[in-house]
Every structure is written in C-alpha cells, then in structure tokens.
C-alpha cells in the first residue's frame, strides 16, 4: 500500500468505527452476547491458548523472562517446621515470542491515542489513560477460530505472507461458521507450530500475519478483539513508511484490543474434530493499572 491508501483507509476505519466510549470495540460485546457465548459450551472442554512463558533468549526473544528462586533458603532446605517455595518473575510484556495483550494506550501514532487522547497521558510511570486496567474486569465473549493454513492446505503461511479479507471470508464458509457482532477473532497463521517444527527465527523482521485491507472485514463484522499466533502484523509491512499498520488500524483507529503470539495447536484439532469452530473464550489480564499490556493465558471452553 502506498502512504496515501493507508491513510485513506486508516481515516475510513476511523471515522465509521468512532465511538465516545472508552473500550473502543469491546462496546460490541455486550452482556446479552456474553450470556449468549456461555451456550457455546457443549462438552466442558478446556483448552489453553497460551504457550508457556520462555526465559531463555533466542533470535525472537533477546529479552526473556527472568524468573528466579527467592526461597526457600540454603539453611531451610529440609529442615523441620513450615517454609515456603518462593520466585520472582520479571518480563517484557511486548515481546515477539510470549503471548500477550496489547491495551489501547500501546499504540502512540500522529501524536494520539485512540480517540485523540492526547500522549501525554502516557508517562514515565505509567498510562494514565486507555491502560489495560480497561479491562480488568476480564474479556468474556464468543471466540471463533479461522484456521488459514488449514483453508490453504499448508502447516503454516511463510513468513511475509498476508492474510486478506478474502481467506477471512474463505475460511468462514469452509469452516461452516461466521463472525459476528462482538466475537472474539482469532486468526491462526500457523506461526507456532512452524517455529516449533524448524526452529524460532527473528520474528521482527519476518513474520506472516494481517494485511491492513482485512481490516474492513473487523469493522463491518463489529468484532470486540483481535488474536492471533503471530504478531498480527506481517513483516516486512506492505506499508513502507508504518512498521504495524494492523496495530495503527486496529487499535489506534477502532479501538479493537490485540493478543499476540498467542499458540492454536492444540486448539485447531480440537475444532476440527469437534466439526464447529466457535466456543466460549475467557480472557483475564493481570491487574497493571498503568500498563500498556499484560501477559495472558486465554481460555477456550468447547
């Protein structure tokens, strides 16, 4: 896309999504839609969306968690009486390889934040506005899975390759399932399971992921969030002068909240052999009043 589409299109998300209210897309998931997902469990079946936290470095992860053992001490081990197992655990919330939540504060683009509050209120000690304490309360809602590895026949889409509105729409009607008003997206790419089968790669500079123009098809469905195995963004971006254009429409111009390097493969299965492909998702950020994202572990419920 040159500079001028994707501002063209960045202004048409914007001002057919614009809203007052501070959520953004999750007005869309409203408490008659979450009543409405809870009939989506049929077999009790749960299943994690996450992949475990990594705390070693490798080319997508040059800063790893760091979790340490702070007890029980030297002199404690194997002693009598009580003592407790103690860690300590520090991490880059945004990073290319642990799954996380991106709130609405996280994209700074003309000087803004989604709905023209202004930068400022992001600071040194935290986000005062648009924070992920947005969603503290939890994201419950109705989540559907379009497999697009699975659409095209292949384990995974290389990296650099797009997902387009037209696999989105392809991947409904092969999967016998259709967006709506207030789901959950995820859109899996397949990014786990290739780093899994050939090993992790600089994920910064390659990665299969949206294209901007798919965009259009969240704002016409109404979709409350955003997921997917990779970063949601496609690297190198289609757009030369905006690194995460998908980041800069999605949140920046509808307010739609991201996961990111979230993990399908034990999901997908589970979907295919099950013959539906929607289910209860339970989402639930830690508490980080400030901050603009938060580690999280997804919850499928089939």
């Known amino acids: ?29 409203t408490p008659e839609r979450v009543v409405a997902a809870a009939a989506e469990v049929q077999a009790g079946h749960t299943v994690s969306l996450a992949s475990p936290v990594e705390t070693w470095s490798g080319p997508d992860n040059p800063e790893p968690a760091v979790h340490r053992m702070t007890g029980p001490a030297a002199g404690e081990v194997g002693a009598d009486g009580l003592h407790f197992a ?8 945004h990073g290319d390889a642990d799954s996380h939540l991106d ?4 994209v700074l683009y003309d000087g803004e934040l989604y709905n023209g509050v202004p930068v400022s209120r992001v600071t040194a000690q935290g986000a005062l506005s648009l924070s992920v304490d947005l969603v503290k309360d939890g994201i419950v809602g109705r989540g559907v899975l379009l497999d697009i590895p699975r659409l095209r026949g292949e ?6 390759d797009h997902v387009t509105a037209a696999d989105l729409t392809a991947a409904e009607a092969a999967q016998g399932v259709r967006v709506g008003p207030g789901d959950l997206l995820l859109v ?12 992790a790669w600089n ?12 965009m259009g098809f969240l704002a016409e469905r109404q979709i409350a969030v ?18 995460f254009p998908v980041h800069v429409l999605a949140m920046h111009a509808m307010g739609v909240h991201l996961m ?7 999901l997908a299965p589970v979907c295919a052999s099950a013959g539906r492909w929607s289910f209860l998702c339970v989402v639930a950020p830690l508490r980080l009043p400030a901050a603009t994202g938060s580690p999280v572990n997804p919850i499928a419920v089939l």
């Open 1 to 29: 896309m040159t500079a001028d589409e994707f501002r063209a299109l960045y202004v048409r998300l914007r001002d057919s999504t614009r809203t007052d209210d501070p959520r953004g897309a999750l007005r869309h998931l």
């Open 86 to 93: 103690l860690d300590h655990i520090a991490m880059n919330v």
């Open 103 to 106: 709130a609405l504060c996280h």
């Open 155 to 160: 384990p995974w889409l290389e990296p650099g």
């Open 188 to 199: 899996r790419v397949g990014h786990r399971r290739r780093r899994e089968e050939l090993g």
């Open 203 to 214: 994920a910064a500079r390659a990665r299969a992921g949206l294209h901007p123009t798919a």
């Open 226 to 243: 955003l997921g997917s195995d990779g970063n949601n963004d496609t690297a190198p971006s289609a757009v030369s002068d905006v690194a």
């Open 260 to 266: 990111d390097y979230l993990q399908f493969e034990q």
